[in-house]
T-cell receptor, first 117, second 116 residues
Framework: EAGVTQFPSHSVIEKGQTVTLRCDPI?????LYWYRRVMGKEIKFLLH????????ESGMPNNRFLAERTGGTYSTLKVQPAELEDSGVYFC???????????????FGEGSRLTVL | AQSVTQPDIHITVSEGASLELRCNYS??????LFWYVQSPGQGLQLLLK??????LVQGIKGFEAEFKRSQSSFNLRKPSVHWSDAAEYFC??????????????FGTGTQLKVEL
């Protein structure tokens, strides 16, 4: 079974440019999450999809970030225009949907490293 | 607001030595607790989790962790470290009831170096 895949693994762009990160979750996982790690800091939650719906986007830094999950399969995270402080590693994770009690495990991708110059 | 503290940013141990990575948390209620590991070039992998019951939990790769409610701690241990354990380790907390999802709060991570 394929794991969570993310593309690109590394992107270097100039300030003001646009970047789109893609995440393919494990097949059948309705939950999809985006997290970000800025260098030396903790991994922070950005948002959570259940299928194609945004369940929680409380962690999105500002309106330069746009996440989509059309059709409830893969997701994209677009940063437009990128700023220096957007540099970091963007992780995607998925999990199956379980109504009620938390079953715990998130399955993470390798991350997409974004460098804004 | 919930938070997780991993006070050790870097730790170096000799192969075969014992290991303890510290984790303290702040949460409104008793959370679910996790340890994840990220090896170079890989995604985060779940090592172990604590939900309830026995406060000493066993995980993969010979790791264990002990939940101490009175200290709000969930320290990770391994009796004998192998060179392949060199990686970054993350402690995380999550809600007990999620209505279907699991939003985690992570610590800043501890980078483990193993000397041969």
């Amino acid at each position: 079974e394929a794991g969570v895949t993310q593309f690109p693994s590394h992107s270097v762009i100039e300030k003001g440019q646009t970047v789109t990160l893609r995440c393919d979750p494990i097949s059948g996982h309705d939950n999809l999450y985006w997290y970000r790690r800025v260098m030396g800091k903790e991994i922070k939650f950005l948002l959570h999809f259940v299928k194609e719906s945004k369940q929680d986007e409380s962690g999105m830094p500002n309106n330069r970030f746009l996440a989509e999950r059309t059709g409830g399969t893969y997701s994209t995270l677009k940063v437009q225009p990128a700023e220096l402080e957007d540099s970091g590693v963007y992780f995607c994770a998925s999990s199956p949907f379980e109504s009620g009690e938390n079953t715990g495990e998130l399955f993470f991708g390798e991350g997409s490293r974004l460098t804004v110059l | 607001a919930q938070s997780v503290t991993q006070p050790d940013i870097h730790i170096t141990v000799s192969e075969g030595a014992s290991l303890e990575l510290r984790c303290n948390y702040s949460y409104g209620a008793t959370p679910y607790l996790f340890w994840y590991v990220q090896s170079p070039g890989q995604g985060l992998q779940l090592l172990l989790k604590y939900f309830s019951g026995d406060t000493l939990v066993q995980g993969i790769k010979g790791f264990e962790a002990e939940f101490k409610r009175s200290q709000s701690s969930f320290n990770l241990r391994k009796p004998s470290v192998h060179w392949s354990d060199a990686a970054e380790y993350f402690c995380a907390v999550g809600p007990t009831f999620t209505g279907g999802g699991n939003k985690l709060t992570f610590g800043t991570g501890t980078q483990l170096k193993v000397e041969l």
